[in-house]
């Protein structure tokens, strides 16, 4: 069963699933779906481990998801990199998971609507 959490809590979440939205309004990311987990070539190229399932490049305000796995919780996560880019990997992480277990429905649907304007 979902606990339910507090009205502090909801507006965090609130807030942090704004600023996703503002990364594509306003910082003029995009994201590009491809197979990451073990493409050599591509992994090698932009000098990432091959376990990776997502990564970000600031140059070109690019996330790069793969398909092939949870796309929402590859794109949260990546989003919240650009967003606290002082949090460690395991705090991004922690952060992923309780956004990912408290967004609600019409918010996870929302985020995947509104980021399939910025596909490349």
Known sequence: MKRRIGRRERRRLYRIVREIYGLFNYGE??????RIRYNYRLCEKEEIPLDRVGFYDLDTKLFWVDYRYDILDTLVHECLHVLYPDLAEYEICSLT??????????QAKHVIEHVNHFLV
């Open 29 to 34: 990311w995009h994201v590009k779906y491809a």
């Open 97 to 106: 998971k309780w956004v990912m277990n408290n967004m609600s429905r019409a």
